[in-house]
């Protein structure tokens, strides 16, 4: 590497001493510097030139060496605009450099392109320094400037979309125009990071009026990665730069930013939007729902977030919405339910008073109800709802069945809730229903009673018999007198007097301790769980004295119905005060506490501990268990199959993994680490989906008790090791992996799919990960394992696809290789689900390397490229390419068809009306334009130049740009090769058609060209159109002062006899009207037809114009006898005057709209010199220097914009 260097040294020195253009003019190329200085490479070779040239201010050696030199030898023709991202990465290209290039840029026009990858690299380097002096010193450059302030100066009025368009052609000068969603991301959080709110704002800029992503948008991104901080960073950008946020717009899976933010819960971000929104007259959609129908509302409720319902609820009232509180959405979910989960009163209330106060009953209370019964949760929502209900007129279905075929009444029994069972008796008898089986009368409402629903008879608590027993009344059983329950009844009504009525014995302990609390149950052990359910100390301590004092003694280890036990309902709820308490009762009562025991559904104490990540609680289950000579089962299967080892790595909690093995080893105990759960996962499995540490953990425990783990087993999703650490974006895991197989002798899979059909190398890919990628090859290769490279996934992605999408061409090269030396042939014309395939993303990031890497790679194999073939948008190559204004990309796709007879499509449009003639003249590209039009000419295919995008531009119309004479020339030489007439008079959506465009540019030659082809083909020229903002062609010849263009469509008018309507309020100050002007108004006056203001300034200089002329016959005789006569209105017609209030409207919004739309603070241009301010305005005739500075708060100053400016204004002079 230092040998490397110090040639690198000595090459700079050659190239310093003898000079680029002697080495151009000489011709000694690349390869011949490659003998003299053997250990460097081509691409070497080529920095070393370009950093003598920045270093040497050396323009006219960079313009070479972009433009012939590097084009001429380079080996591989890498794209020369990519070589300062080379440069860049190499960490050659400091501030000083990047200063000196942007100089030569500005003042000599050298040709420096700064491409995503460039930009990409200095975000990702986080490089603040750099992205200023690019974006302070590259837009809004002197040209752009001086263009906007002429404007001004000649009160032209520009459309929202001409000048946005402008901003964007700007701006895309440094590539944010075509980045994606992530880089821009990234460039975002930079931004803010540095509180360089410049960059913040061409981002919002570009996100609101270049949309690339319909799928998705920053600002969603920044909603749904859950950071405030950004997301007021991005409003505040917006704000300052006047651009409004489309906070309402949908996007993939019907998100929206409101409800993306209310899925992560965020608070903060949802009052950002919200202020936003009122700041800038937005209403907010709150009720649209995505694509699993989950809304704002539904998602606060959801998340449990009461202040997030409080603040939908005020922002629907201050805005006259209705929320949506009973839809619910595919899972079945509402509002109700959700906060009946959360089993938060103070959610249930902020509904109910919502309801009320809008006039809206809530739905499916029965199964709110019944929620609060299945889930344990608060008796006292069970209870308003039910006061809700009463006080709507609402008769509560208490017989209604679920989907599930649980009703309350039955839910209530069967889960033991003594209190819930006396709320349903006392509401069926206050509101006089009879509880039934299986019947229903028309006058009567039932509750459905089924004994066999409810299991094992003997297990219901006492309690709930004795509220049978009084509500007897009310319950309506048709079932035998010798079923088990009914005996049951029957025998508690006989024994009820010699029971002991614990209830009334206890609630009165409870009083006498002057403790205020009531149990339901009779039965002490009953009474007991009812204690502990409360989880309060003090209850728990009173009952214990109670139960001390009678000698009661409690079976502490008795389970319910569903195998629950008193301390395994402590460890479920993670109540390590509870636990403490159960263990000090039954230490106090000298009973075993069952540690290993399992409820019905699987849980015992050490799973949930593992289960909760309470690592406190598994100590103290430890500590009992050694202390009481009991061995916990740390293998023992539960829920789902977990066991406690499995849990504690999917909780992704080491300590208690840790905790885990520190027991196993004190007792001997060897931890299965292969076993697997319901799902299929296993601990391997398992810890390389969470962690590095745990992984590196699990094979250090495997090693030191020689054990084997199975590297290759597959979860039920089809995921295995393999595929799990390709999945990652690092190396790491799949490092460790071949290392514990090569060491065990084992051989890894890499080529098994997943249920998606994934594999490891798609994955490594889809990751852009080139480390994971060289390592599975390398190991592939090491194994004589021969890996598949062309699989597809259920999205349609394959390595050759995917890898061109991430546009990685070490990566592709790897993959390329590979290939062909396992001689397995890629198939470059596979496509993905969205019709995308490698050459057309090779031509999307215009990678012409790319490009002649798969070339190459499909003549070596016998390949036809698909050049025509379009993706989902319509999308094709050549299309991509001339978008990108990429001549050598076109000249290669033109080559490779005309080599392999392929008939290219050339009219072809996208779904946004693009085709690659209107990409070529948008971009005013004029070598493409004949490229193109050669090309079609070869192939028989007409290209029509009158074809609008959905814009209604079209590529006549674009080539009467100022510096487009000769495309415009072009175009006419190909409708004659084709003997075509072209339609001069075809006009875009603002009604601009080809000859206004020329007079609005004041582009004389363009104007005679017009004229001349009008003339050569017998068209009639429009002469008399407006635009959309009541202007015409000779409203812009007058309004630039342009007495040649006027003189020429005043000719022509008359030699056509055409009557030119023109209106006074086109003029600009009507006494610099130049004389000739005037002298051509009053020559072809019966050609004019005018609308004079009242009064009129244009009329009064007429006439003394006319006075002050020798010869007074000029003197049109219709403008003396409109003086004589005194009326000066003339031709005022109503389409006159809505035209005229029109244009004057927004004649004067030029400078207001320009510090709208530009992102610039008022500081960019500040000029501090007084004589500087007065030179600028003095020159560009603007009005005067308070006027200018009082109506647009816009300072001109001494930048390097204006300093170029100056200097080139003093050339042109």
């Known amino acids: 590497m230092q040998n490397i260097k110090k040639e690198f040294n000595k090459l700079y020195e050659y190239i310093k001493r003898k000079g680029i253009n002697e080495i151009i003019s000489h011709g000694e190329y690349i390869y011949h510097i490659q003998l003299k200085f053997q250990l460097l490479n081509e691409e070497d070779i080529c920095v070393c030139l370009y950093l003598v040239a920045i270093d040497d201010k050396d323009s006219k ?68 320094e750099s992205i200023k002096l690019i974006i302070e010193n590259i837009i809004y450059s002197n040209s752009f400037i001086k263009s906007l302030l002429l404007s001004y100066k000649l009160k032209i009025t520009y459309s929202s979309i001409q000048l946005k368009d402008t901003i964007i052609y700007e701006l895309d000068r440094i590539g944010f125009t075509r980045a994606n969603i992530s880089l821009k991301y990234h460039a975002l959080m930079l931004a803010y990071k540095s509180n360089y709110e410049n960059l913040g704002k061409i981002l919002v800029f570009v996100e609101t009026f270049v949309d690339n992503h319909s799928y998705y948008s920053l600002l969603l991104r920044l909603c749904d990665e859950n950071v405030a901080e950004l997301v007021h960073f991005y409003i505040k950008c917006a704000t300052k730069c006047n651009v409004i946020l489309n906070l309402n717009k949908r996007y993939e899976y019907g998100w929206y930013p409101l409800l993306k933010a209310c899925i992560c819960n965020n608070n903060s971000i949802i009052k950002l939007l919200i202020d936003y929104a009122n700041n800038n007259g937005i209403i907010l959609i709150i009720n649209e729902k995505d694509k699993n129908d989950d809304y704002p509302l539904l998602q606060a409720c959801k998340n449990n977030n009461t202040e997030l319902i409080q603040l939908l609820m005020d922002y629907a009232n201050n805005n006259n919405i209705l929320l949506d509180i009973n839809d619910t959405n595919e899972y079945g979910d509402s509002p109700l339910l959700s906060v009946c989960h959360n089993n938060c009163i103070e959610q249930l209330k902020l509904l109910m008073a919502y309801a009320n106060k809008n006039e809206i009953k809530l739905k499916n209370c029965e199964n709110a109800i019944l929620h609060v019964v299945k889930e344990n949760k608060s008796i006292e929502i069970a209870q308003l709802i039910m006061e809700y209900a009463d006080k709507n007129d609402i008769v509560l279905q208490i017989n209604k069945k679920n989907i599930e075929g649980d009703y309350l009444l039955l839910s209530s029994v069967y889960h033991n809730n003594a209190k819930m069972v006396q709320l349903v008796m006392e509401y069926a008898d206050s509101h006089h229903l009879i509880l039934e089986l299986n019947e229903k009368r028309s006058d009567e409402s039932f509750v459905h009673v089924n004994e066999e629903d409810f299991g094992d008879i003997s297990e219901i608590p006492d309690e709930i018999i004795l509220l049978l027993i009084k509500y007897e009344n009310t319950i309506k059983f048709t079932c035998k007198s010798n079923r088990d329950l009914v005996k049951r009844i029957k025998e508690r009504k006989v024994n009820t007097k010699d029971f002991i009525n614990y209830r009334e014995e206890i609630n009165k302990y409870f009083k006498a301790k002057g403790f205020d609390y009531t149990v339901v149950s009779n039965d002490i052990f009953e009474i007991y769980k009812e204690c502990l359910k409360e989880r309060n100390d003090k209850i728990l301590d009173i009952f214990n004295d109670y139960a001390m004092r009678n000698h009661i003694q409690l079976d502490i280890n008795a389970k319910d119905k569903l195998g629950t036990y008193p301390l395994l309902g402590a460890c479920d709820h993670g109540d390590i005060d509870l636990v403490k308490h159960i263990i000090h009762c039954a230490t106090s009562q000298n009973v075993d506490l069952e540690l290993n025991e399992s409820n019905d559904e699987g849980w015992y104490p050490l799973l949930l501990a593992c289960n909760n990540n309470t690592i406190e609680m598994a100590q103290i289950l430890m500590n009992y268990a050694m202390g009481n000579t009991i061995t916990l089962e740390l293998n023992k299967k539960g829920y789902k199959g977990n066991y406690p080892l499995l849990l504690s790595i999917e909780k992704d909690h080491i300590d208690m993994i840790n905790l885990l093995i520190e027991y196993a080893n004190k007792n001997n105990i060897i931890l299965d680490i292969n076993s697997k759960n319901e799902f299929g996962w296993y601990p391997i499995l398992l810890a390389i ?35 799990e650490a390709c999945d990652k974006y690092t190396a790491e895991f799949i490092e460790l992996l071949i290392e514990y197989a090569d060491k065990n002798n084992m051989i890894l899979n890499l080529n098994e799919k997943d249920h998606q059909k994934n594999y490891p190398i798609l994955s490594a890919i889809k990751r852009f990960s080139s480390d994971i990628l060289e390592t599975l090859i390398k190991y592939a290769i090491n194994h004589n394992m021969v890996l598949d490279i062309n699989g597809k996934n259920d999205t349609g992605n394959c390595p050759i696809v995917k890898i061109c999408e991430s546009n990685n061409i070490s990566m592709i090269r790897v993959l390329l290789d590979y290939s062909l030396r396992c001689d397995i042939m890629l198939n470059l014309n596979e496509k993905d689900n969205y019709g995308r395939y490698p050459l057309l993303w090779a031509c999307q990031y215009s990678n012409i390397e790319l490009i002649h890497l798969l070339m190459d790679y499909a003549h070596q194999n016998k390949i036809i490229l698909n050049l025509n073939e379009k993706d989902c948008f319509k999308n094709y190559p050549l299309l991509w390419a001339c978008e990108n204004k990429e001549v050598k990309i076109v000249q290669l796709l033109m080559d490779y068809a005309y080599k392999h007879q392929i008939k290219p499509i050339l009219n072809d449009k996208n779904i946004n009306g693009r085709s690659p003639i209107i990409n070529v003249c948008s971009n005013g590209n004029i070598e493409l334009a004949s490229l193109l039009l050669e090309w079609a000419n070869k192939n028989n295919v007409w290209l029509n130049l009158c074809e609008k995008d959905s814009d209604g531009e079209f590529p006549l119309l674009m080539a009467c740009g100022k510096d487009n004479v000769e495309m415009f020339q072009l175009f006419i030489y190909y409708a004659k090769t084709n003997h075509t007439i072209l339609n001069l008079n075809e006009k875009n959506i603002l009604g601009v058609s080809p000859l206004m465009k020329a007079c609005f540019d004041n582009n004389i030659e363009l104007v005679k060209i017009l004229i001349n082809y009008a003339e050569d083909t017998n068209t009639i020229l429009e002469v008399n159109n407006y635009n959309a903002y009541g202007y015409s062609s000779l409203s812009f010849a007058c309004l630039n002062n342009s007495t040649k263009i006027v003189q020429l469509i005043l000719e022509y008018a008359s030699a056509h006899d055409i009557t030119l309507d023109m209106d006074e309020n086109h003029f600009k100050t009507i006494s610099n009207i130049s004389d000739e002007i005037i002298q051509l108004i009053i020559k072809y006056e019966n050609s004019i037809k005018f609308i004079y203001n009242t009064p009129s300034a244009l009329l009064n200089h007429l006439n003394n114009k006319a006075n002050n002329n020798k010869n007074q016959n000029g003197i049109p005789e219709s403008i003396a006898n409109e003086t004589k006569n005194g009326d000066r209105n003339l031709y005022k017609n109503e389409k006159s005057i809505s035209k005229r209030n029109q244009i004057q409207g927004t004649r004067n919004s030029f400078i207001t709209t320009l510090k709208k739309m530009l992102y610039v603070d008022d500081d960019r241009f500040i000029i501090e010199q007084e004589n500087q301010i007065e030179w600028t305005i003095h020159h560009l005739g603007i009005l005067n220097k308070n006027d200018v500075l009082k109506s647009s708060n816009i300072k001109i100053g001494t930048s390097i914009w204006y300093e170029n400016y100056a200097n080139r204004f003093k050339k042109d002079k």
């Open 689 to 723: 989906k969470k962690n590095i540490n745990i992984t590196r953990k699990l094979f250090q425990y495997a090693t030191e008790k020689n054990i084997s783990i199975n590297l290759n087993e597959k979860d039920f999703d089809g995921n295995y090791p393999v595929l």
């Open 61 to 128: 050696s960079l313009n070479d060496l972009n433009r012939d030199y590097v084009k001429r030898n380079r080996m591989n023709d890498e794209e020369e605009n990519n070589i300062f991202n080379v440069i860049y990465k190499r960490k050659l290209l400091d501030k000083d450099r990047l200063k000196k290039l942007i100089y030569m840029y500005l003042s000599d026009d050298i040709k420096f392109n700064y491409t995503v990858d460039l930009i990409l690299s200095i975000v990702e380097n986080e490089d603040v």
